[in-house]
Nanobody, 126 residues
Framework: QVQLVESGGGLVQAGGSLRLSCAASGRSFFNNVMGWFRQAPGKEREFVAAISWSGGSTLYTDSVKGRFTISRDNAKNTMSLQMNSLKPEDTAIYYC???????????????????WGQGTQVTVSS
């Protein structure tokens, strides 16, 4: 059974940093794009960042460019999101997800991602 487990969320002041991790089990995803999404209270879930299977391609939503860095370790079946210069508007539940289609093309639409974690709360205070 496939399972994605996020960790690393918490409460941080504006300008601070957090590192989120996602551990996958049940199968290897070294051929799949992996991504991070977030959902703020009262808002729809949105794309944050994604990384190709090799790590050679990454994509970020405009609001996090230059502040967030996505990475993955295929040997450990894990993915991370380093978040720096956090802002109150980054407050949300962050979800890791895996694109069910094998390949290196990064897709940002939620329906493209077949596997999801339960989420980890990130709260940024002003």
């Amino acid at each position: 059974q496939v399972q994605l487990v996020e960790s690393g969320g918490g409460l941080v002041q504006a300008g601070g940093s957090l590192r989120l991790s996602c551990a996958a089990s049940g199968r290897s995803f070294f051929n799949n794009v992996m991504g991070w999404f977030r959902q703020a209270p009262g808002k729809e879930r949105e794309f944050v960042a994604a990384i190709s299977w090799s790590g050679g391609s990454t994509l970020y939503t405009d609001s996090v460019k230059g502040r967030f860095t996505i990475s993955r370790d295929n040997a450990k079946n894990t993915m991370s999101l380093q978040m720096n210069s956090l802002k109150p508007e980054d407050t949300a539940i962050y979800y890791c997800a895996v694109d069910g289609r094998r390949g290196s093309t990064i897709r940002i639409g939620i329906p493209a991602y077949d596997y999801w974690g339960q989420g980890t709360q990130v709260t940024v205070s002003s």
